[in-house]
């Protein structure tokens, strides 16, 4: 990749690319909204990735509500593209400091 996270941060274009791709690999049944099952599959894979616990249901719960901002009980695009801004935000402050 050669675009650099600000760069990516910067353009609406980049970002929307960036979580495209995210997306996509989430919602494997291709409805174009992640549940609860994409939810919980990707956040068992982090934690195995990571060597933590995996997660409880409470926890994809948790995910889930913070991140279904109109609360219909699955994620869509715009709402996981706030996901993955914050955590580039959160890599940016990262490297400047
Ligand atoms: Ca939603």
Not at 22 to 49: C, H, P, R, W
Request: glycine share 4%.
């Amino acid at each position: 990749m050669s675009a650099t996270v600000k760069q990516i941060l910067a353009s609406e274009e980049k970002l929307n690319d960036v979580a495209r791709a995210a997306f996509d690999s989430v919602n494997t049944n291709k409805t174009g909204e992640i549940n609860y099952s994409e939810l919980e599959a990707v956040m068992i894979q982090v934690s195995k990735d990571l060597g933590t616990k995996p997660p409880t249901s409470e926890d994809v719960s948790e995910v889930l509500n913070h991140l279904d901002t109109n609360k219909d009980g699955v994620i869509s695009f715009d709402e996981f593209k706030v996901l993955i801004k914050d955590v580039l935000n959160a890599m940016v402050k990262k490297l400047d400091n």
